[in-house]
């Protein structure tokens, strides 16, 4: 079991607090079945050591909230994609998300380089399975991101179903207080219509933002209609182009809750 | 953000994708900051064909790094080339823009960058 990055520093009354939602993305990710699609997705040379590497793969997760998982992909990216140099990227339309997100990535980057390297016989050579963080930037999913370039897109979106969506911006010459604060947590769980008024538009903007090669883990929960939404993504582009699979579920609990994760992907 | 953030970065108007303007963004007023990384020549070796050489020449320059060459290096002459590693090394994984504007080149619009964070929200006139 890889373990999971510490967030006991986040300010959960404006930053999402990681739950089991953010927990099934990190055993889906880990699971041997995703770890292997990852390894053989972006070979490099010390995973079959016959071709070239692959360039580094760039991770790219939209609203990483406390960065819990993002910190964790990062931190354990030797043991989740079979390779070091990976690249992380958050994107967070809320600023403390943002700030929270860069600490958690440095701390566990620094705590997996701690037991990695402490205690051993080897203290000088670096043990570190620890990939690089590039940083985590405030904007609206992957707007500023260069199209054709993410190989790894994670989403815990807004999946709650709402009357309404929180607006993006605070309001002019708005205060700090609990109203804002509750249209930050606003906007990590509240998703509109069905609860996918927000996963939609990055659904709409995969073919765009993923490289060819590009792979996006997406968490559904059961109000979603994630049976139709599957659907939906397999007749994007020409005909059998895309695909999409669930590959994680969170059986534990039968409520209205119930969570997926699908894997989207060009075949 | 690590100054290699910003060839994955392009500015958020929606009309600006198709402009080729529009990347890279423009560092302006940015105050850099550096960390100290173990030097990974594999990554800069395997960085080599997903970076924008062009791109990243105009980065480095506007940022105040020694000017790049006009081509990128190939993977036999990156590996042999020790200070090459080291520069790149430095330029990419190590230095971070702290504080600054990203500027796009078609719009002219400013991206505020604090403490290490960019922010892409537009205003709502723009979105």
């Known amino acids: 079991m890889l373990p999971t990055p510490s967030t006991s520093h986040v300010p959960y009354a404006r930053v999402y607090e990681p739950a089991e939602d953010s927990f099934l993305l990190l055993d889906t990710l880990s699971a041997p079945s995703e770890t292997a699609f990852l390894a053989a997705r972006f070979p490099s040379s010390s995973s079959s050591s016959s071709s070239p590497s692959s360039p580094p793969p760039l991770v790219l997760e939209v609203g990483p909230g406390s960065g819990v998982v993002l910190a964790f992909l990062t931190a354990h990216a030797a043991a989740l994609f079979s390779r070091r140099d990976v690249l992380t990227l958050g994107v967070d339309v809320n600023r403390f998300a943002c700030a929270a997100t860069g600490e958690t990535v440095r701390r566990a980057v620094r705590d997996d380089s701690a037991s990695s390297s402490g205690g051993g016989d080897n203290v000088s050579v670096s043990g570190s399975g620890a990939g690089y963080f590039l940083g985590a930037a405030q904007g609206d999913l992957a707007g500023a991101v260069r199209p054709g370039t993410v190989d790894v897109l994670v989403f815990n979106p807004p999946y709650v179903p709402t009357a309404e969506l929180p607006s993006m911006r605070q309001e002019e010459g708005g205060t700090v207080g609990y109203e804002e604060d509750s249209r930050l947590l606003a906007l990590s769980y509240a998703g509109g219509r069905d609860g996918m008024e927000v996963t939609e538009r990055l659904i709409e903007a995969l073919p765009g933002v993923l490289s060819g090669r590009g792979v996006a883990y997406l968490l559904l929960c059961a109000q979603n209609k994630p049976e139709e939404v599957k659907a939906r993504i397999r007749k994007m582009g020409r005909e059998g182009e895309w695909r999409a699979e669930t590959v994680g579920t969170s059986g534990k609990q039968a409520g209205w809750e119930k969570l997926q994760i699908v894997r989207i992907w060009r075949d | ?127």
Request: proline share 7%; hydrophobic share 40%; charged share 25%.
């Open chain 2, 1 to 127: 953000m690590k100054v290699l953030t910003l060839n994955f970065l392009t500015c958020a108007v929606k009309t600006c994708k198709s402009s080729s303007d529009s990347f890279p963004l423009h560092p302006k007023d940015a105050e850099l900051v550096s960390d100290d990384v173990e030097l990974n020549p594999q990554l800069l070796v395997n960085l080599l064909p997903r970076i924008d050489w062009k791109a990243l020449r105009t980065t480095s320059t506007e940022l105040g790094f020694p000017e790049l060459p006009e081509q990128p290096p190939t993977a036999e002459e990156l590996e042999a080339d020790e200070k090459m590693l080291k520069d790149l090394h430095t330029l990419l994984v190590e230095t971070q823009m702290n504080e600054g504007k990203l500027v796009c080149g078609h719009c002219g619009h400013e991206y505020a960058v604090r403490e290490g964070i960019a922010n892409f929200l537009l205003p709502s006139h723009l979105v």
